[in-house]
């Protein structure tokens, strides 16, 4: 899997499971990095083919629906560009 890891604040575990083509994730991703906070994410369209089916288990895990962007605070799941709910769960 390719997961790329971002400097910042430690905040606990930060996951973040976007699409390279989705507008909606490039937001997501571009407040983490504006809040400053360490996190990890994954381009999921991106993961070779032979890889991609371990990774989507891992999104359904937290997200049935398997929609993005899939953003994992902690215990808590952000389904979608939340703003004010990523802000509150980086508290």
């Excluded at 983490?32 to 990890?40: I, N, R, T």
């Excluded at 089916?53 to 215990?75: A, D, M, Q, R, W």
Aim: aromatic residues 8%; proline residues 4%; glycine residues 8%.
């Amino acid at each position: 899997m390719q997961i790329v890891h971002v400097n910042g604040t430690d905040r606990g575990r930060v996951m973040l499971y976007a699409l390279s083509t989705c507008g909606w994730c490039g937001k997501t991703r571009d407040l983490l990095e504006a809040l400053g906070v360490a996190f990890d994410y994954v381009y999921v369209d991106l993961v070779a083919p032979d890889q991609q089916k371990p990774v989507i288990e891992e999104v359904e895990k937290h997200n049935p629906s398997l929609s993005f962007p899939t953003v994992v605070i902690g215990e808590k799941t952000i389904v979608g560009f939340k703003e004010n709910e990523i802000r509150e769960a980086l508290k």
